[in-house]
């Protein structure tokens, strides 16, 4: 049965729009201050230390392009739920690192289950976490919605909007356990296969600990390069 259900949608907030704006400016402002340092300090006819500083410039740029990628999938992604439907323009796949968008419009009297999972990712003998949510369809298709990075990053709020998504469409949110996928989730991606078994409870303690294990490391790391740069 369908519940009344208030017009609602979710955005990325100014602040982060602003915040990963700033951080794609100064990545282009880099890369361009290293173009001119050889011509300002002189040093243009140093074939080597021109290499070097060439080759910085343009993973700068790369970093700059990225940024940039990331900042259009937060300008653009939203979900959002009326009366009668969930509607959402979300991330759906990404060809060399720029992404792709698909729009959905999904009755919520053809909404069969809402689900929600927690996903481990392997990468450079690293563990990540991300929580993911998807619909099922009375017709039996998934489709993806969105997928969190666990972490200090900026987050859509999946819980609440897996929550509200459910109410609507007058069930309750099914939490489908913690699996191991390769699925990248890339800006936001969220797969619309999920395939994989969940791990059992067991299992699924160690990764989390191995995970938050990573997120330390990564916290650590990041104070290590801000004190060096202070004593710099």
Known sequence: MLM????RTWRFGTSTRVMIGFVTVFMY?????????PFMAGVNDDP???????????????FGLFMTFGLIAIVRT????????????????????VPHFRTIA?????????????????????????ESLSVVTTAGERIGIFSNTSGPASQLPLDEIADAIASAAGMTVTDAGTVWT?????????????????????????VRRAATR??????VLLLLVIALRACG
């Open 48 to 62: 080597v230390a021109n290499a070097m500083i060439g080759a910085t410039a343009i993973v700068m740029v790369g």
């Open 29 to 37: 402002g880099v890369a361009v201050l290293l173009v001119s340092l």
């Open 78 to 97: 939203r979900i959002g739920i009326d009366a009668t439907t969930l509607h959402a323009t979300v991330p759906s796949h990404h060809t060399l690192l």
């Open 106 to 130: 999904l009755p919520l009297a053809q909404i069969r289950s809402v689900e929600r999972r927690q996903e481990a990712v392997r990468s450079f003998g690293m563990i990540n976490l991300r």
């Open 4 to 7: 009344p259900a208030t017009d």
């Open 182 to 206: 390769k699925s990248g989730g890339l800006y936001g991606e969220a797969s619309s296969s999920w395939s994989e078994r969940p791990l059992d409870e067991t299992s699924a303690t160690k």
């Open 214 to 219: 990573t997120a330390q490391l990564f916290m």
